[in-house]
């Protein structure tokens, strides 16, 4: 209250240069009986610090307000969202429509998000340089999903996905090299070179792939969810899938299950736009996918801001473990093709890509938060940035480098036991398990 009586009786000064830097700043607009919110108090700094070389007061009231503005940063600040978030049939009014992060929080978030890009974009040179083969699926434009939804859960709640899922393979505690290592086949690769890119696997994070069939991967989520009841657990499931599977049968054979009996499992429609190469407009009538589960609730969450997809998530966690399951649809864009084989622009703009890069980027819009925030300086964000590319320049170098699985290798992980053979003798009717 001191700071701000300092500053309102500065306004009331008469002298001509004082009543100048009023009009430069709207001291009483800005400043309240209470302390402004987080978007006035930066502003309010900002302000204070550029014009105190003249005013000893604005110089205290500028200096409090940037011991102020830190304290705050470590507590926590409010952003609001953008695009609000939208309810079905929800039990309340919902998620809010802010999310409270603090500096590390925020960091945290823009390191991983830009090491997914990072990594995605040497995928992409290592494919056209013949290093990877097969199929190649990159995540660039969504990965405020994946790092939001993985700030919602616990390590012990399970996650599946179909094939763009390099991203959530490495948030669910793989590392770069791992799966740079799978993409070229090397057996160091987190399924020993066997997978590729659509078949990532780590079951130390509870990630269960990494499906190349559409839409498969959601009723497998759906036994996940079934387990975490069974085993009396407060565990959840996540299932994963694009809007090009959303249509199918079997993603409403898993709706159906999991309501009646009560599963603790979301299933997380990852809307970006496009079903290879059809849109959404061309594809659905009556595009609202977090409204497909009829009886059950549902979310519409803005899926280029991370903040929004964890507030969300974490409201849908807290739901799903007590009530049963959750539709959600990620409103997010893909930047590239659907893969390597898409060029991506002949369903689409290059106009239109572009203003999608430049009004609703995940990792510019975090990148902004902070810079307007005064939570991070551009010289600590530039660190981190060279960080990330050493670290993934690192990763390259060690999956390029890696041996190829031995020939052996193809025969081996087939059968868990001895298998039976039909139509022959009996005591020629098993073959052992080594062989």
């Known amino acids: 209250k001191d700071l701000i009586e300092d500053v309102i009786k500065l306004e009331k000064a008469k002298d001509a240069q004082h009543n100048a830097t009023c009009h430069v700043v709207d001291f009483h607009h800005i400043t309240r009986p209470i302390l402004p919110d987080d978007t ?46 939208v309810g079905h049939k929800l039990p309340d009014e919902g998620p809010p429509q802010f999310c409270v992060a603090t500096r590390e929080e925020l960091l945290d978030h823009y390191r991983t998000m830009f090491l997914i890009r990072r990594m995605e974009i040497a995928a992409d040179s290592l494919y056209k340089a013949k290093k990877i083969r097969g199929f190649l699926h990159l995540y660039n434009g969504q990965e405020a999903v994946c790092v939001g939804l993985e700030a919602a859960l616990r390590k012990e709640d399970k996650v599946i996905t179909a094939y763009r899922d390099h991203g959530f393979q490495l948030c669910r505690g793989d590392t770069p090299t791992n799966i740079l290592s799978e993409l070229m086949g090397k057996e160091t690769g987190c399924s020993r070179g066997r997978g590729g890119s659509m078949h990532m696997y780590f079951p130390e994070g509870n990630f269960y792939g990494g499906n190349g069939i559409v839409g498969a991967q959601v009723p497998l989520g759906t036994g996940l969810a079934f387990a975490c009841k ?26 159906n299950m999991a309501a009646l009996w009560k599963l603790p499992q979301i299933f997380i429609c990852e809307n970006n736009q496009y079903a290879m190469g059809t849109s959404v407009e061309r594809s659905t009538i009556g595009v609202g996918y977090y409204q497909r589960g009829d009886y059950i609730p549902g979310l519409k969450v803005d899926g280029m801001d991370v903040l929004a997809v964890k507030t969300a998530l974490k409201y849908a966690a807290d739901y799903v473990r007590k009530n049963g399951p959750m539709v959600i649809e990620m409103n997010t864009y893909r930047y590239v093709g659907h893969s390597m084989s898409d060029p991506g622009t002949t369903y689409r703009s290059r106009s239109e890509i572009k203003q999608v890069r430049d009004t609703k980027d995940p990792i510019s819009k975090i990148k902004t938060r902070l810079l ?61 398990a080594s062989h």
């Open 40 to 85: 006035k108090m930066a502003f309010l700094t900002r302000s204070l610090i550029s014009l105190a070389s003249t005013h000893a007061p604005l110089l205290r009231a500028a200096t409090g307000l940037r011991g102020y503005a830190k304290k705050n940063a470590s507590e926590g600040v409010k952003f609001e969202f953008s695009v609000p978030t």
């Open 230 to 255: 069974y085993n009396n657990t407060d565990n959840l499931a996540v299932s994963l899938y694009g809007d090009g599977a959303a249509n199918q049968g079997q993603i409403y054979e898993a709706y």
């Open 372 to 432: 307007e925030h005064e939570l991070a300086t551009e010289e600590e964000i530039s660190a981190i940035e060279k960080e990330v590319r050493a670290q993934i320049s690192a990763a390259e170098k060690a999956a390029t480098e890696a041996p190829f699985p031995n020939d052996i290798e193809v025969y081996q992980d087939i059968y868990s036991t001895d298998v039976p053979v039909r139509s022959v003798e009996l005591c020629n009717s098993y073959i052992p």
